[in-house]
């Protein structure tokens, strides 16, 4: 059996280790999206585990040069439908079409699921539309002309682990916090620290690595409610990961300027069940300008702000000399504060693309 996971940009690398480690056969590598193959049990393992993935898929069908609407169409029929739907659910019919002949969002949509009804009107099928029904997500990915017919199985995106009920009004992307900590290199049994902690999202998911906690805490998935894999695999699965838990205690500190924000991370680390092992503190970072610090720091400074433009650079000048003053650091930070680099000397700092929402940023590492 063939999967997908689509993942944030320039995160592949971190997703297809990730694949490995759950025994995935790795297939294939292309920009944001993952190729892999293996058996069932793959969907439930996946899923409970993908810290940097997006959406996990099921591969449907996969054809080159599709260039008309009526091979698509025939494309599409020729699925098995039959193995995938175990009652009448509503479909969702998603297309992202790059650099393909075919392109007309409503027209791919609405031939898709034509040609999903006429494969089962044998069958006196009809679309159920009832919309308290799970949706079967169907996504039709165009690219350079090779189609790829994607069921989603997740539901929603993976990033979305559910311990952030409340949170700061541009909190980063859970996946893309469980990224960076993975590229800072941390070693687990160091002290972490994240200076500007927003929503606490970076040392929430620092201490789930740390501690080996599977992400999936507070979530359900498509393909339990549409029943695509048998609920015992699933509970195999889910007990399996509770069990791979550490007990080992790490040193994670997460401090924010605003009492308010700390409230919430507390609160969120709550809900994630690592609320007693973050110390979270309200504290100014420049706080930090006169103590000797030696651990791994990653951080997510504001980069837009109600701040105006001097202070911003203030605040980085700032950061920098945190990093300057402390050659043990290992320090990074993300942001999309560009400007940064005509702050800093050059060679003093390596730097790696990332999207942030879609937004662009930079992780920038201070150079030892
Ligand atoms: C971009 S947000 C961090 C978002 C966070 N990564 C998340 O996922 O929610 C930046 C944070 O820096 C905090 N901040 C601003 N100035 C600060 C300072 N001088 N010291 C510490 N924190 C500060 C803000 O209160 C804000 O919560």
Redo the contacts with the bound molecule.
């Keep these: 059996m063939k999967f997908v996971l689509s993942t944030i940009a320039w995160v592949e690398s971190i997703a297809k280790k990730e694949i490995e480690k759950i025994w995935g056969k790795i297939e294939e590598t292309i920009d944001r999206l993952v190729t892999f193959s293996w058996e069932i049990e793959l969907i439930p393992r996946i899923n409970i585990w993908s810290r940097v993935g997006n959406k996990a898929y099921i591969l449907l069908s996969e054809k080159d040069n599709v260039k008309t609407f009526d091979e698509l169409f025939d494309a599409v029929k020729d699925i098995s439908w039959k193995s995938y739907f175990k009652k009448d659910f509503p479909i969702v019919v998603k297309t992202n079409s790059t650099r393909s002949e075919l392109f007309a969002e409503r027209t791919i949509q609405s031939l898709t699921k034509k040609a999903i009804i006429k494969s089962r009107v044998w069958e006196n099928w009809i679309v159920n539309e009832d919309e308290s029904l799970e949706k079967m997500e169907i996504l039709i990915l165009l690219i350079d002309n090779k189609l790829r017919v994607l069921l989603n199985t997740s539901g929603d995106a993976l990033h979305m682990r559910g311990y952030r009920q409340k949170?700061?009004e541009?909190?980063?992307k859970e996946s893309l916090?469980a990224a960076l900590v993975l590229l800072s290199g941390w070693k687990f049994k160091e002290p972490f620290y994240d200076?500007?902690?927003?929503?606490?999202?970076?040392a929430i998911e620092a201490l789930m690595l740390a501690k080996n906690i599977a992400p999936w805490i507070k979530r359900s998935f498509a393909f339990e409610k549409l029943g695509l894999v048998s609920p015992e695999i699933t509970q195999k699965e889910r007990d399996d990961a509770r069990k791979k838990v550490y007990s080992w205690e790490y040193t994670i500190r997460a401090?924010?300027?605003?009492p308010e924000?700390i409230e919430l991370c507390q609160e969120n680390a709550r809900l994630a069940w690592v609320g007693w092992e973050i110390n979270f503190e309200v504290?100014?970072?420049?706080e930090y300008l006169d103590k000797e610090i030696s651990w791994t720091l990653v951080s997510?400074?504001?980069?837009w702000e109600r701040l105006k433009d001097e202070n911003l650079k203030s605040?980085y000048n700032s950061i920098d000399k945190l990093f300057r003053l402390n050659p043990k650091l290992n320090g990074w930070i993300i942001s999309s504060f560009m400007e940064f680099d005509d702050l800093i000397k050059k060679d003093t700092y390596k730097k790696r693309k990332l999207y942030n929402w879609g937004e662009k940023c930079y992780f920038w590492k201070k150079n030892i």
């Excluded at 500007?196 to 970076?202: K, R």
């Excluded at 504290?283 to 420049?286: E, L, P, V, W």
Aim: glycine share 8%.
């Design positions: 949170a700061w541009a909190p980063i916090a200076v500007f902690c927003g929503s606490g999202t970076i401090s924010d300027i605003d924000m504290k100014d970072f420049k997510n400074p504001p980069y605040m």
